[in-house]
């Protein structure tokens, strides 16, 4: 691969035609090191926020030894990436034979489930194993999130107690896990979840060996400033500290977005301008698939090597394929004299941009460069520091 200072380096360099993606793996090694020092228990990684070979090795570089995966697919990469990994399946609606073949093809043992017929296809998938993690998904509010996850998944308050019961029968380790959705803007978000964690297990009286308390661990967008890190994991902390279970009983948590967010950004290029309209050379079919579908806003810097010095004004995106749904309102912030053949940096979309990549129309080709330069944002270098580029405003 590669390997240039930053992206203007790149540009004077190469001024590439197809969008690059600017890979940083010195923040993931940082994210990853920094949940293995402060988080207060082990981290798994979200292997869905974004699943690339060479990202998926710079965390267990940094210490990452445990990886949440949701598929075969993800269970089958990650095993050939990083043949020493201890998986966990973590979604709890599987198919029978993905069970079957993670369990006695690649030796999963740690499955999350939400029904009693989910735990009974568990069984028959490992011929009634007796060496099991199980964890009992709780449904909790997605309240405090900008992405939900409290809809499809989980298992409502009247089911739990015959479900911990009866997982408590079959499994070796009995675990109880939530996610309280995707960029989790408080830390209250966990602490009402683990109040809802504290009521299950004392209704259902059993012992309990694993709380994961999922991912939803924030990164910073324009617009999205979430408290300091450390602030969930004390407010996490004390509520698994308060809980009536073993001395020995583990605490996990499954960060997706939070080590991976800042690992990439990708540099577009300007093909045309129609008033604040830029049409650029990635979208929604591309990295762009949540500024376009959701509205998610990322910080944005125009790359030149003579920096403009027009005040910024607020402009909207057009991707590349001929889809009227190939738009990204923004604001993206950006000086007003940006023009065709114009570089810019879209930031922070290592997690859940990078991984959403289609081909669609054509388009899609990635060519991937490693820079050494800081990302836009960072959670980890000091509340104080960030972010540095002008451009990024708060709404
Ligand atoms: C998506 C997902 C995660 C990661 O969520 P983030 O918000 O990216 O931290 C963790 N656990 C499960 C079960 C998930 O589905």
Known sequence: MYKHHSALGLVSALRPVQPVTLLRPHAATRAARFFAEKFPGKSLYAVKSNPSPDLLQVLWNAGVTHYDVASLGEVRLVAQTLPEATLCFMHPVKAEEAIAEAYFTYGVKTF????????????????GAT????LVRLRVSSDHSKL?????????????????????QAADALGICFHVGSQAMSPNAYGEAMERVRAAIVEAAVTVDIVDVGGGFPSWYPGMEPPALESYFEVIHNAFEALPISYSAELWCEPGRALCAEYASVLVRVEKRRGNELYINDGAYGALFDAAHIGWRYPVKLVREQASDVRDMAF??????????????????????????????????????????????????????????????????????????SNVITL
């Open 131 to 134: 060496d099991l993690n199980l």
């Open 316 to 389: 909207s995106f057009y991707g590349p394929t001929c889809d009227d749904l190939d738009h990204m309102t923004g604001p993206f912030m950006l000086p007003g004299d940006v023009q065709p053949g114009d570089y810019i940096e879209v930031g922070m979309l290592g997690a859940y941009g990078c991984a959403m990549r289609t081909g669609f129309n054509g388009f899609g080709v990635e060519d991937r460069v490693i820079v050494d330069d800081e990302p836009m944002a960072s959670l980890y270098t000091g509340a104080t520091e960030r972010p540095a580029a």
């Open 148 to 168: 939900s996850l409290a809809s499809k998944f989980g298992a409502d308050p009247a089911e739990v107690k015959p479900l911990l019961q009866a997982v408590r």
């Open 112 to 127: 999350s489930l939400d029904t009693i017929e989910e735990l009974e296809k568990i069984m028959r998938a490992t011929r």
